[in-house]
């Protein structure tokens, strides 16, 4: 694979239709690879523990449990934000690649020479020479972070997968050739070393980079900052997962530590197997999806349920013949393994679970809370470890089971937290497998002991045959229940699609089949959504909140547009008027209404962008017009730039009533600009484009994430700050044109005296300046921003003086400084005669009285134009029951292509 053009850019993106159909593939792949993985991994143990000593597994354990840690520096971090970021290019790699290089060259170099203090801690004299070899492994890999990073961001798993395999069976081969000579340790080092070589040549040889010279780009902080929290996350997890081999070698010693890490490494294969590719599929996966979204919720459970039902039959296995496996496996004189092995068995499925919630944190880009997690389950882990350390390994291999089970629904907890997604949904889906598997245990148990013509620890020679009629009854056991308990067969409601993508292995693929989701029409009939044209579908989304003077005239300027496809859905906000009786006059086709609770409008946009299908997004508020033509001009406009990575902006006109007498004021945003450039204008100039004037690719709006429900106030401004930061620029059509209703008591843009919309209003001031400064942090960007704050400060001064302090402070790290704002003069005399606060009331008060005047005027002036064309007879009686509307809304009033609904059809409205 060739990952970028001569231009340095990204060229194998997946199309978001693609996704399943790879991630299925991919998923098949890697199990399929997996089972080879654990096939090798079990004729190296097989083969290794006749011929090596438990005390040279513990030598090498000693030292590995540092070296590996340094070895995934790169692999956890960069990988997961090469996976995660949007929009990647060779240089910015090529940044990553010798920065990954040169931290690991520096730690092989610390590493090595950390021997001797090994040897103090371990008391073994062997340690630094095994120290030494194992360093190597720390270069080697990370030569090939960034080359397996870009495979898996093309969703070649099985590439991946296939070249993992190449070097472990290089890895084993060479391991037991030189332990049959009498290497002893030496041959297991060589091994780690010989599979960490081979897996980078293969890297390279697979994916064809070469690295250019590393130079400064724009976005390597922000990512190398991503990394380093991931890596932080992976570190603080490897420590509550490898404190064991510590302590266990630094009390009991390195043979006692060999029994112990040859039963947890079968432990942890037995996970692996399952968590490791699952992971790399569903962090691929789910990141192309939009976190707040119903699809997103969807790929999750489905995830999980194929999860459970794996991880805790598995769980269940182990835990019945365990004891007897690595007696077959391990050979004599290794019994205290197989006794430890006994009480790892139930932890099996709950590692296999818990491992879910780091797919959450990652596929929704919270590295952060991840690692704030991993504090807390380090912590946890540790207690336990201490509590159990008397009793010895096995005592360390309770609490290992213990502490995930106590971790594993705090964890989903957390991790759900922010996309508002219940944790009852979780132990929804996993209650069933959860309960089957110790019960098939159970049972199988009670049978073999009825049964017991063998005995239920058979002879050395008869294990094989005892394992496998065991395992096949607890599989027989373990199915029945789960059918059991979901009244239905067969029990493997998530493996059918799995099995159907992935069964066409190695041959070629066919073109995926779109389904239409339960939850949207099925076979809509319209001819704008049955797929009959090639145009791009534009979704309008219309968030509405006690709308019922204004919702009508906005559907129709909806209905008006002569773009199609397009399909339009409105989210009722829990209004207590008649807005959703209103709206279900114009359900159709083409027009879905849905109502919820009263959530705010951020809420009820993340509603309708998740029931939404469109190619483009059109977002309209519920009071607001759209002329006929706005989505057609800018869609004109994207054909020709070709890029989904540009945002297209229009006009707007202010107006009250008559929305043929809108005023359109220009400023600096109605231009084409950058990115950073839109934001510099927008923060240093105070100036704003209103929602109604975007129109952005389904692409960019994933990128950008859910609308912050925070906010009661500036929430379009927060939002569309996050789309400029993923876009590549911004596209100004002049001749579209948006109307934008007076600011009114009931509209979000009107903040008033209100304490909690002052609160949020500084919420987004602070991610703008975040915002900003992540896009370029400049002298001309802080000085920006030093403005831009200052300008606010008019709102928090005398009310909130805590967040003027905060202000100046932030003032004061840009280079600025913040004065004590001042009044208007026309308000100034009110602060000397009755304070601040008198005069700040004034303030609120006379432009929301005069707004109020001036739509009472227009409206009555309004009504006077209808009534005019009425008595003319241009109104015709059939257009008083059209759902379309036609005209122009910049023809004079006679026009008039927004009307009322048929009073009749509010009589017996739909049910809601």
Known sequence: ?????????????????????????????????????????????????????????????LVSTFSLLLMNFGHNGFTEAILRWEKIDHRLISNLFWISVSIGAALTIAFAASGRLLELLYHDPLVPAVTAGMSLTILFSSLSVQHLALLRRAMRLGTVSGNDIFSRVASVALAILLARRGWG????????????????????????????????VAGTRSLVSFAMSVYGRFSINYFSRNVDNLLVGWRFGATSLGFYKKSYDLFALSAGQLTAPLTNVAVAALSRFNPRSEEYKQHLMSGLAVTALAGMGLSGALTVVGANLVRLLLGPGWEPTAKIFTYFGPGVGAIVLYYVHGWIHLSIGRADRWLRWGIVESVVTFLCFLVALPWGPAGIAVAWTASLWFLLIPAFWYALSPIQISVKSIIAVLWRYIAAAPLAAL????????????????????????????????????????AALHRRWPPLPYFSGLSGETISLGGVSKEPTHTVPASKPATPAHPSLTGSTKEPLVSILMPAYNAQAWIADALRSALAQTWEPKEIIVVDDGSTDRTLSIAKCFE??????????????????????????????????????????????????????????????????????????????????????????????????????????????????????????????????????????????????????????????????????????????????????DYLRSLEDSERTRAACVRYLQRGMILF??????????????????????????????????????????????????????????????????????????????????????????????????????????????????DT
């Open 1 to 61: 694979m060739r990952p970028f053009d001569r231009a340095g850019e990204y060229r194998p993106e997946v199309k978001t239709s693609e996704i399943r159909r790879l991630a299925m593939r991919g998923a098949g792949t890697i199990v399929l690879s997996g089972s080879l993985g654990l096939a090798v991994q079990v004729v190296s143990t097989v083969v290794l523990a006749r011929l090596l000593l438990p005390r040279d597994f513990g030598l090498v354990a």
């Open 185 to 216: 340790y030496r041959a297991l080092v060589a091994g780690v070393v010989a599979q960490a070589l081979v897996q980078t040549l293969g890297a390279w040889y697979l994916c064809r980079w070469i690295p250019g010279l590393p130079r400064r």
């Open 443 to 482: 049972a199988c148990s009670w049978i073999a002991r009825g049964l017991d013509t063998e005995g239920w620890f058979p002879a050395l020679q008869e294990l094989l045959p005892w394992i496998v009629s065991t395992l096949l009854l607890y599989s027989a056991l373990y199915l029945g229940v789960v």
């Open 588 to 769: 159709s086709d083409m027009v879905r209404v849905v109502t919820q609770n009263n959530q705010g409008a951020a809420a009820a946009r993340n509603t309708a962008f998740a029931l939404s299908r469109g190619e483009y997004i059109q977002w309209l508020d519920a009071d607001d017009l759209l002329a006929p033509d706005k989505i057609a001009r800018q869609m004109a406009v994207a054909k020709q730039c070709q890029n989904s990575r540009v945002i297209l902006t229009s006009t707007f006109g202010i107006f009250a009533s008559r929305y043929y007498r809108a005023k359109f004021t220009p400023t600096e945003l109605w231009r084409d600009l950058s990115p950073v450039e839109w934001l510099l204008n927008k923060m240093g100039g105070n100036v704003y484009m209103q929602t109604d004037t975007w129109l952005v690719s389904r692409e960019l709006t994933q990128a950008a994430g859910p609308w912050d429900s925070r906010l009661l106030g500036d929430d379009d401004g927060e939002y569309f700050c996050r789309l400029l930061r993923a876009a590549d620029s911004v596209r100004f059509v002049r001749e579209a044109r948006a109307y934008y209703r007076l600011p009114h008591r009931n509209s979000l843009s009107y903040v008033g005296l209100s304490g909690r919309k002052r609160e949020a209003q500084w919420i987004s001031m602070q991610l703008h300046v």
């Open 797 to 910: 001064y005398a009310r909130r003086p805590d967040i003027f302090h905060q202000a100046q402070t932030i003032a004061r790290n840009l280079g600025g400084q913040l004065i004590a704002p001042t009044l208007p003069r026309k308000y100034s005399w009110i602060e000397k005669l009755f304070g601040w606060q008198m005069a700040e009331r004034v303030q609120v008060f006379l432009p929301t009285a005069r707004w109020a005047i001036a739509r009472f005027w227009d409206e009555v002036l309004h009504n006077v134009d209808r009534s005019i064309l009425m008595r003319d007879g241009s109104h015709d009686s059939t257009s008083r029951t059209g759902s379309g509307g036609g005209g122009s809304l910049d023809a004079p009033p006679r026009t008039l292509p927004f009307r009322e609904p048929d009073p009749q059809m509010l009589v017996q409205p739909k």
